[in-house]
């Protein structure tokens, strides 16, 4: 998923920070086109999830959780990472113990 503006992206663009953690943005490799597709895909499972849960089905909340996380997979936000240097994966970790800690430090406070 593309970093909302309010959140600092690493200079690299492969995360978004939000409270102090980082987040795997999505592959800008993407076409567009498909892109919005998974995105649509995203947002329509977590709809999804949210009615299951509301319904208290728990098969139907097993399935919606898997197709937010095929969207996300497929967006590059999880699984395999979409960079070809070799780099280590920090998705979900806290930027102070990563390589952007120093990054991360020098930005201005909001």
């Known amino acids: 998923m593309t970093a909302p503006a309010h959140h600092p992206v690493t200079p690299d663009g492969r995360y978004f920070v939000v409270d102090g953690r ?15 597709e ?8 977590r709809r999804q999830v949210g009615l299951a849960v509301k319904a208290k089905d728990a098969e139907a909340e097993r399935r919606a959780r898997a197709a937010v ?3 996300k997979r497929a967006l590059g936000e999880r699984g ?10 920090h998705n979900r970790r806290m930027v102070a113990n990563t390589p952007y800690a120093q990054w991360y430090a020098g930005l201005a406070p909001d």
């Open 80 to 89: 395999p990472v979409w960079w070809t240097d070799g780099a280590p994966d």
């Open 69 to 71: 996380d095929a969207a």
């Open 38 to 45: 998974l995105v649509n895909a995203l947002m329509g499972a």
């Open 22 to 36: 980082l987040w795997r943005a999505s592959n800008p490799g993407l076409a567009p086109e498909q892109r919005q």
